[in-house]
């Protein structure tokens, strides 16, 4: 099983190279690297820079503000100064995003992701080949390239795309278009996976999932680590398009009223009507020793890599390392 470590979203740039070193001491495969606040491409680069063997994969860059050109340009450079170690996860984002925050015309998501893979594909084939560049879908036209401007090939493994997704035309796309496929933290339970992801998604492309996970040194940590995930998901299982695992337990009336709350501005009531029953249902829970025979028999045969948060403490750092390969030894979806 790969293990595949999270970040934040806030650690500042200067830090990132510290951090990725700390990720690569600790034993990870994999560093997923988010987008919100910094650029993704830049917090990959110089996590790249500062390790060896880490891989390092964006989770998820936002694709439809950025030209596809660009995009398959960047993610050629990051390959090649890796040495094989860079992979791009492409998102989405909803429409306000993409209209208000980005000041870009609105297509179908599903269809516009399907057409962006489809050039960033053709664009690397351009730079592999040296053949002429033509690609034209529903959104995009490229017929352009000349010599001056194609990097050429690569010596090392070209970048891998991975996509993620939490309704049935997403999850369909990714099985048809992506070498990868990440879950959604509020959908990575085995139950999602068994209905909803694995009849769909074939063996040659991988899972990574993202769960929520309740765990920390010691039984007061683990508590403390609950009440956190308890505030965390009740505030995503706010927003109805996340809410398939609940609809799955027959719990939408709770998303219907966490969705009530937010739209009365009551957030800090959310985590009251996320009881004990569906934390415990729908997030593994032990401490480091306990984590890797939990995650064991939640996830082996289902995924092919598991999303760990490093401890907040580095202190704790010498007992997760343990942990880590706990996980890794977990059997895979590939075998």
Known sequence: MRVIAGMSDRIALRDIGEYARRIERLGFDVL???????????VATLALEHTTRLHVQTSLTLAFPRSPMLLALQSWDLAAMSGGRFDLG????IRPNIEGRFGLTWHVPIQWMDDYVTCVRAIWSSFATGEPLHVETENYRFDRLQPFFNPGPLDVRPPRIWLGGINSRAISL???VADGFVTHPTNSHPRFLDECVLPVIPHDVEIATAAPIITGRTSDDVLSSRSAQRAVL????????????LD?????????????????GRWSELAEHLDD????????SGT???LPDVLGRWFAGRTDGILLQPPSDPSDDHDFAATIEGVRAITPRSE
């Open 32 to 42: 997923h690297v988010p987008e919100t606040i910094h650029d993704s491409l830049t």
């Open 90 to 93: 492409l998102g989405s984002q």
């Open 174 to 176: 990714a099985s048809r």
């Open 234 to 245: 009740a505030f995503l299982y706010s927003t109805p398009a996340y809410r398939r695992t």
């Open 248 to 264: 799955l337990f027959g719990w939408s009336r709770i998303g219907d009223e966490l969705r009530r709350l937010t739209r009365e």
């Open 277 to 284: 029953e569906h934390l415990d249902t729908l997030v593994p």
């Open 288 to 290: 480091f020793a306990e």
